[in-house]
């Protein structure tokens, strides 16, 4: 495999072709592929070919872009010969991208036999939805939680497609006790293992991590060219770095790119210490909104208000509403 990628030469997954408006705009969504033809479904009665699945994550850290939560299964017995003997999956971090990219074209193309055995999800989120996850109700939904549910949801949605589920391994930056137990409470006859490094060590995490980063990746690359289409600028290939807040191309571009009144757009995390420091700092670029607070008087300014029209004449709240509600209508025929 080649060592080195450019632009050009990445694969586009279907986890971002297909749902291009949905990472334009700003959306959390979810990709599964189709049930593989050699792993059987459960029937009444009868289970289904005995799977592995493995759990993994990309873009936990970046102030850029969207966390993307991969899961990868595929018939037990076939798990480590495949995917380590054949294809020499490992920790995406530890591959480069252009080998990330062309084992994600093999999962992806269907004379493979990674497509014939493999399946596959991500799910996506966003930047907006994260931040206002960790924004709303004074940060009760954090990240962790947001991963929580995002595991819990891609297992079962696997599960509902009929796939017999035996074994499940997950990478975690938490607790693995706290986590395995949580996991185990939702699918008690599965045998559960959560690890640090669990991507590195079990080839079913191993594919997982190199789907969630490829997603991402790619996700991230779409974000920019949209960005400077938008801004009618020439696509840069070095673009905003890594997104990471320690890269200082990352760093200077959420300075350049700063609007004074909204801030950046629906690539940025808001909840970040980054961007917060950035909107806030004294004499900085950003503009102070002071809001009126409830109960205000002047926030029980009536619609009405707002319209000449209805404003001169009408003495009491129903005028008001029946002279500026429908009025224009009314008046052509």
Not at 233 to 240: F, K, Q, R, S, T
Request: glycine content about 8%; some cysteine.
């Amino acid at each position: 495999m080649s060592e080195e990628s450019t632009t050009a030469d990445v694969h586009v997954p279907s986890s971002v072709a297909i749902h291009h408006l949905e990472l334009i705009h700003g959306d959390s969504y979810s990709h599964f592929s189709e049930r593989p033809i050699n792993i059987k479904p459960n029937v009444i009665g009868k289970p289904g070919t005995p799977v592995v699945l493995g759990v993994d994550e990309a873009g936990r850290g970046p102030v850029i872009g969207p966390m993307v939560y991969g899961v990868f299964y595929l018939p037990v017995e076939i798990q480590q010969s495949l995917l380590t003997n054949t294809y020499r999956f490992d920790d995406s971090k530890a591959l480069t991208p252009a080998v990330r990219a062309n084992l994600m074209r093999a999962v992806c193309t269907e004379t493979t036999d990674l497509y014939a055995s493999c399946g596959w999800a991500i799910r996506s989120l966003s930047a907006r939805d994260i931040s206002a996850g960790m924004m709303k109700n004074g940060g009760a939904y954090n990240l962790n939680a947001q991963a929580m549910d995002t595991t819990f949801d891609l297992i079962q949605g696997v599960l509902d497609k009929g796939i017999n589920i035996t074994e499940i391994y997950v990478d975690t930056v938490g607790i693995p006790t706290v986590y395995q137990k949580k996991l185990e409470r939702i699918f008690p006859t599965i045998k559960i293992t959560v690890e640090k490094k669990a991507d590195s060590l079990y080839p079913c995490v191993s594919a997982a991590s190199v789907v969630a980063k490829v997603t991402r990746d790619v996700s991230c690359e779409k974000l920019y060219e949209e960005y400077a289409r938008m801004k009618g600028e020439e696509h840069d290939a070095a673009g905003w770095g890594s997104g990471y807040p320690s890269d200082a191309r990352c760093v200077a571009w959420l300075r350049e790119a700063l609007d004074p009144t909204f801030g950046w757009g629906n690539e940025c995390r808001f909840s970040w210490g980054t961007v917060k420091d950035m909107l806030d700092a004294k004499g900085g670029p950003g503009t102070r909104v002071d809001w009126p607070a409830l109960g205000d008087e002047d926030s029980n300014m009536q619609l009405s208000n707002y319209f000449s029209a209805a404003s001169a004449g009408p003495k009491t709240e129903s005028d008001e509403l029946r002279l500026w509600y429908g009025s224009g209508c009314c008046d052509v025929f």
